[in-house]
């Protein structure tokens, strides 16, 4: 079963504008993270937010946590056509060995 | 090595065949887990070893999948008699620590079942 939820599950914007994605979890988790996938490769890890953390930059990346929401929100600002992929939030589950539990999955288009 | 190895890239069986996953995680990783990814969807959970011992199998849809890491560092993952419902990528991934690390992918394999 999958615990995250992303929305929207397609999102088409212009080169240069910033992308939002958001994504829901149902149970308590030890931390959050967020993938990128390019059509048939391997998952990307793009930054990590534990728990005790609100907020965290990567470059482009911006990525909020709400714990009292159960959600997290992946901003990537000045998208590029390279930024074209599927992003996936995937949860830590408290007490779950690591093992990483993964929406559906947003799949992004960057408009050159 | 610099990064998750995983072979065959590409497999096609035919319905009744075994076939087996070779996964190299990355060196001194103590963390390997097995996931399966649907077209179109997420990667879901099968299973999870830390060094050699296999903690977490929950994730296994059948006694046709076992997994083995008998040294601690390269996986298999073996699936008997495979089925049509068996065609997916097979993700590989491993971490340095047991918690809080971010996880490192393979490129998968992606099984046809013919």
């Known amino acids: 079963s999958q615990q995250g939820e992303e929305d929207p599950q397609a999102l088409s914007i212009q080169e240069g504008e910033n992308a939002t994605m958001n994504c829901s979890y149902k149970?308590?988790?030890?931390?959050l993270q967020w993938y990128r996938q390019n059509s048939g490769r391997g998952l990307v890890h793009l930054i990590l937010?534990?728990?005790?953390?609100r907020e965290k930059h990567s470059g482009r990346l911006r990525v909020t946590l709400d714990t009292s929401k159960k959600s997290s929100s992946l901003l990537i600002t000045a998208s590029r056509a390279a930024d074209t992929a599927s992003y996936f939030c995937?949860?830590?589950?408290?007490?779950?060995?690591?093992?990483?539990?993964f929406g559906k999955g947003i799949t992004l288009s960057v408009r050159p | 090595g610099a990064g998750v190895s995983q072979s065959p890239r590409y497999k096609v069986a035919k319905r009744g065949q075994d076939v087996a996953l070779r996964c190299d995680p990355i060196?001194?990783?103590?963390?390997l887990f097995w996931y399966q990814q649907a077209l179109g969807q997420g990667p879901e959970f099968l299973t999870y070893?830390?060094?050699?011992?296999?903690?977490?199998k929950s994730g296994l849809p059948s006694d046709r999948f076992f997994a083995e890491r008998p040294e601690g560092s390269v996986s298999t993952l073996k699936i008997q008699r495979t089925q049509q419902e068996d065609s997916a990528v097979y993700l590989c991934?491993?971490?340095?620590?047991?918690?809080?690390?971010?996880?490192?992918f393979g490129q998968g394999t992606r099984l046809t079942v013919v």
């Open positions: 070893f830390q060094n050699e011992a296999q903690l977490d």
């Open positions: 995937a949860t830590d589950m408290a007490g779950a060995n690591s093992k990483l539990t």
């Open positions: 991934a491993s971490s340095l620590f047991r918690t809080n690390t971010e996880a490192f």
């Open positions: 060196s001194g990783h103590v963390s």
């Open positions: 937010i534990r728990s005790n953390e």
């Open positions: 149970t308590s988790i030890n931390n």
